[in-house]
């Protein structure tokens, strides 16, 4: 296996999605799988990319979804226990993909990233649509399967590996995986 050059991209993990306007428990339980994903990325100097919705009220889901992570407000900030550091990336973005409209190709690109490690909300919407515009774009797919949640496809998992050809690990598996893809250096 070649080595790979990974970034994490965290998806809506938002106050809205966690515990406001359009929280599950399903999504609450993505906290800590997520952390752990978070924390082995700041470990090993891998980058990290926010991408949160930071609606307007014209913004096209407004009639599907209601009022939600509203631009400027607690709903549309991470959630405390994934809040970013210093030199992490942080990107608005007002549609369901992390691509569209952003600076996220732009960013991956400048740091040499071929691999995209997605947690975030939801597995069968944002993350979806996430995942299919990174694979358009040549990006290698990682979903990290207990630091995402879904909506309505509960059966997102089969879609992804078949559609994306995407890799599908649990949180605690992630940081071994790419380790092994690393190239191993003289100490």
């Not at 990974?6 to 609450?28: H, R, S």
């Not at 470990?43 to 096209?60: E, K, L, S």
């Not at 007002?94 to 947690?119: E, M, N």
């Not at 496809?153 to 690393?182: F, I, P």
Request: proline share 5%.
């Amino acid at each position: 296996m070649s080595a790979l050059r990974p970034a994490l991209v965290i998806v809506d993990m938002l106050n809205d999605f966690i515990d406001g306007a359009l929280a599950t428990p399903e999504a609450k339980a993505t906290v800590a799988p997520a952390r752990k994903v978070l924390e082995a990325f700041r470990r090993n100097g891998w980058p990290v990319i926010y991408v949160n919705d930071a609606h307007y009220p014209t913004d096209i889901e407004m009639p599907l979804w209601g009022p939600h992570a509203m631009k400027g407000t607690r709903g549309a900030e991470v959630y405390s226990e994934l809040a970013p550091r210093e030199g992490e990336y942080v990107l608005e973005k007002h549609a369901y993909s992390g691509f569209f409209g952003t600076a996220l190709d732009h960013i991956l690109r400048s740091l040499g990233v071929d691999t995209v490690v997605l947690v975030g909300l939801d597995a069968d919407i944002c993350v979806r649509h996430t995942a299919a515009d990174a694979f358009f774009r040549g990006y290698k797919v990682v979903v990290v399967r207990d630091a995402v949640a879904a909506r309505i496809d509960k059966n997102w998992e089969t879609y992804y590996k078949k559609v994306y050809g995407a890799t599908v690990l649990n949180s605690d598996e992630v940081e071994s995986y790419l380790r092994s893809a690393q190239p191993i250096t003289a100490r």
